[in-house]
């Protein structure tokens, strides 16, 4: 179990609508906690994926971030993509980018790249963004579905500045608040609207407290 006790998380920075509840409610009915402070949501999120939950929360995001000017979504293979593509649909159309976690012989020219640590995997592994695809002027919107350490995103914003490309917000659909990762962010000045915040989980009685 991860206790709620002395757990201060920082409030989103916007008001929040009704795709929140409707991915809290997914949480609570479809969701699967195990040891260790993992959250199974695979029946909805990050295996099958629901579509029109999806575009809700591209919905939802297109309201917070009004006025941005976001002209690119950036995420990280293969969870973010689904979200990030549905996501673009309330942003223009906006080009999205995801970087990959493997070299392969369809990546070519000069590339960004960077490590990361996987809290999932419990392994580190390099993702690589082709040069040609981040620009300097970019205002990039970060989508991913999980937040935990925040060791992810701080790899995705570390190619965005070495493209000189600005990082608008980030757009995370779970943030598990207990671990930390989107308050250091929010610290470092970057604006982090997670659609379903968690506070404690209990892998024993399947309990799921939001934030």
Same mark, same amino acid.
């Given at each position: 179990?991860?206790?709620?006790?002395?757990?201060?998380?920082q409030?989103?920075?916007?008001?929040?609508?009704?795709?929140?509840?409707?991915?809290?409610?997914?949480?609570?009915?479809?969701?699967?906690?195990?040891?260790g402070?993992?959250?199974?949501?695979?029946a909805?999120?990050?295996?099958?994926?629901?579509?029109e939950?999806f575009?809700?929360?591209?919905?939802?995001?297109?309201? /917070?971030?009004?006025?941005e000017? =976001?002209?690119?979504?950036?995420?990280?293979e293969?969870? #973010?993509? *689904? !979200? @990030?593509c549905?996501?673009?649909?309330h942003?223009?159309?906006?080009?999205?980018?995801?970087?990959?976690?493997?070299?392969?012989?369809?990546?070519?020219?000069e590339?960004?790249?960077?490590?990361?640590f996987?809290?999932?995997?419990?392994?580190?592994?390099?993702?690589?963004?082709?040069r040609?695809f981040?620009?300097?002027?970019?205002?990039v919107l970060i989508?991913?579905?999980?937040?935990?350490?925040?060791?992810? /995103?701080?790899?995705?914003?570390? =190619?965005?500045?070495?493209?000189?490309?600005?990082?608008? #917000?980030v *757009? !995370? @659909?779970?943030?598990?608040?207990?671990?930390?990762?989107?308050?250091?962010?929010?610290?470092?000045?970057?604006?982090?609207e997670?659609?379903?915040?968690?506070?404690?989980?209990?892998?024993?009685?399947?309990e799921?407290?939001?934030?």
């Open positions: 179990m991860v206790s709620c006790n002395n757990r201060h998380l409030a989103n920075t916007a008001e929040r609508g009704a795709p929140v509840k409707e991915l809290e409610d997914r949480i609570v009915r479809d969701g699967v906690v195990k040891a402070g993992v959250l199974k949501v695979d909805f999120l990050n295996h099958q994926c629901d579509v939950l575009d809700h929360m591209g919905a939802e995001w297109a309201r /917070l971030f009004e006025g000017q =976001i002209n690119k979504i950036l995420t990280i293969a969870s #973010g993509i *689904g !979200i @990030a549905c996501v673009a649909r942003f223009g159309n906006a080009p999205v980018v995801f970087a990959k976690k493997a070299q392969s012989i369809n990546l070519d020219g590339q960004y790249c960077t490590k990361i996987s809290f999932t995997k419990q392994r580190e592994f390099s993702v690589i963004v082709g040609r981040l620009s300097p002027g970019d205002r989508i991913d579905d999980f937040l935990a350490n925040g060791c992810a /995103l701080e790899g995705l914003i570390a =190619i965005c500045e070495s493209a000189g490309a600005e990082v608008a #917000g *757009g !995370i @659909a779970i943030e598990k608040g207990f671990q930390g990762g989107g308050d250091k962010l929010r610290a470092q000045g970057y604006r982090v997670s659609l379903a915040r968690i506070a404690c989980m209990d892998d024993e009685t399947g799921i407290t939001f934030a």
